[in-house]
């Protein structure tokens, strides 16, 4: 059984920064990527960042500049770092394990999901 933990979340005025981390434990194997997604109230989820186990990063273009992902498939860790942070960056972010395919990105297992608030 796969289990993502996050910490990280919290509360932070407009401007300021915040660094979020996930660990994985149990057999990941046959998953050869790891990724961020989030979700606003009201929204869909939507991807922010993704890693796979080479080093690529594919980074949402809403945060593109500001938030970084970094991350070791073989330790099962993701982190990443937020700078620059704007109210509509408030949301739920969800850590994941997937696959990265050549033109897409399929998350497998979840994480519970840490807050990140934003204030203006």
């Known amino acids: 059984q796969v289990q993502l933990v996050e910490s990280g979340g919290g509360l932070v005025q407009a401007g300021g920064s915040l660094r979020l981390s996930c660990a994985a434990s149990?057999?990941?194997?046959?998953?050869?990527?790891m990724g961020w997604y989030r979700q606003a109230p009201g929204k869909q989820r939507e991807v922010v960042a993704t890693?796979?186990?080479?080093?690529?990063?594919n980074i949402e273009a809403s945060v593109t500049g500001r938030f970084t992902i970094s991350g070791d498939n073989a330790k099962k860790m993701v982190s990443l770092q937020m700078n620059s942070l704007k109210p509509e960056d408030t949301a739920v972010y969800y850590c994941?394990?997937?696959?990265?395919?050549?033109?897409?990105?399929?998350?497998?297992?979840w994480g519970q999901g840490t807050q990140v608030t934003v204030s203006s």
């Open positions: 890693i796979s186990s080479s080093g690529r990063t």
């Open positions: 994941n394990v997937g696959v990265m395919r050549p033109s897409y990105y399929s998350p497998n297992y």
């Open positions: 149990g057999s990941i194997f046959g998953r050869n990527a």
